[in-house]
């Protein structure tokens, strides 16, 4: 807030309206974001926009200069202290604009990537990555999936009451009754071999997982 209203005051702009959009993921297009929309919505001409950083404003290449483009046509500047100041009003400073809004966009996408190859790892080293725990498994208290006491045994059970003719719905019943809770959908699942708990191939872990 300070370096944003030192900018006003130092380019003879009025004295700033603050728009603080705390706990929204600058992977929301600014449109998407409650604030930024409200903000987006009430500007007229003559209005000026300041922001800090190009990344935290905007989600992605194309999303900067559609702002950047709608901000122009209504006769509303729009400041990046990043990149030095406006970038909306000659050709230099929208051609910059450009280039480090593409970048941004790559840095990001580059830090997603590092993001997913860290959970690939740590799932195939057996940890818990996030979402439910499959079924057929418990969560160690280091964050280790392994296979829970007497699994195989609930699964030969749900292998051989199907055999039998059962349907899902009644296995999953059956199975939930001996004390292992158990959906008809999860049931589905892992006789199709939809799920990773069917044989725990999915995860390495410890020697009880096998």
């Not at 603080?20 to 003559?46: D, F, N, T």
């Amino acid at each position: 807030e300070r370096r944003l209203g030192a900018y006003c005051t130092q380019h003879g702009l009025p004295e700033p309206t603050f728009v603080i959009e705390a706990g929204v993921s600058a992977s929301k297009g600014l449109r998407q974001r409650p604030k930024g929309a409200a903000m987006l919505g009430a500007l007229k001409p003559g209005d000026h926009v300041v922001a800090t950083k190009l990344d935290r404003v905007f989600r992605s290449a194309s999303d900067a200069l559609t702002v950047a483009e709608d901000c122009r046509k209504r006769q509303v500047k729009l400041h990046l202290l990043d990149l030095g100041g406006e970038v909306t009003g000659n050709g230099v400073g929208k051609l910059v604009f450009s280039v480090l809004a593409a970048v941004a966009e790559m840095e990001r996408e580059r830090i997603g990537e590092r993001v997913r190859s860290v959970k690939t790892h740590l799932r195939l080293a057996g940890y818990h990555t996030g979402g439910r725990v499959p079924v057929g498994f418990t969560k160690t208290d280091d964050g280790k999936l392994v296979q829970a006491p007497g699994w195989p045994d609930t699964l030969a059970t749900i292998h051989q009451l199907r055999a039998g003719g059962q349907t899902f719905r009644a296995i999953a019943q059956q199975v939930t009754a001996s004390g292992t809770a158990i959906t008809a959908a999860t049931v589905y699942r892992l006789l199709t071999g939809r799920d990773s708990a069917a044989d725990g191939s999915s995860y390495i872990s410890s020697p009880t997982s096998k």
